[in-house]
């Protein structure tokens, strides 16, 4: 035991005070300034319906980095589709295919359990011409045969868009 600044201290006080200077030192290494924005629409039930339109609005303010960005679509296995076409909208209305199984029927995105998120790289070189408030409109346009578009699509957990600086 010994006495430090007035405080006795322990070689157990001692080892936690080193190892929350360790963890804090790690986490203020590890952060990363590069992420932009990153958000995720929950839906309710787990039930995408053709008339919800997930709304992701964020701040820019760097216009002289590139940037990725990314649909994130987290859904069950249970998912009845190997794809999801998506209308996007946000300086320009775009229409977007994600591929979510191969041919035989595995899921491309990762997880365990019943619950897989998969990633889409929709940009990979945005330039953000000025700064200010950007918003993106993303929806479902699902069809099916004989049907106009499908009015509900079971078992979709939730929608992301993640805008990430390049490494360039």
Do not use: P
């Amino acid at each position: 035991m010994e006495i430090v600044m007035g405080h006795t201290v322990t070689k157990d006080n001692y080892s936690m005070r080193i190892l929350v200077l360790i963890c804090t030192i790690g986490m203020l290494i590890s952060c990363n300034n590069s992420i932009v924005f990153e958000e995720y629409k929950n839906f309710e039930n787990q039930k995408w319906n053709s008339d919800s339109i997930a709304l992701f609005n964020c701040f820019v303010d760097d216009t002289t980095s590139k940037n990725i960005i990314k649909i994130k679509l987290r859904h069950s296995v249970d998912y009845e589709f190997q794809n999801l076409f998506i209308f996007i909208e946000s300086e320009v209305k775009d229409t977007v295919e994600l591929i979510l199984a191969n041919k035989e029927g595995m899921w491309l995105g990762k997880g365990i359990g019943d619950i897989r998120e998969f990633e889409f790289e929709y940009n990979n070189s945005k330039l953000f011409s000025k700064k200010g408030n950007y918003s993106f409109k993303i929806e479902q346009a699902m069809r099916y045969g004989s049907h106009e578009k499908i009015q509900v699509l079971n078992n979709v957990l939730s929608l992301g868009l993640s805008i990430k600086k390049t490494n360039e």
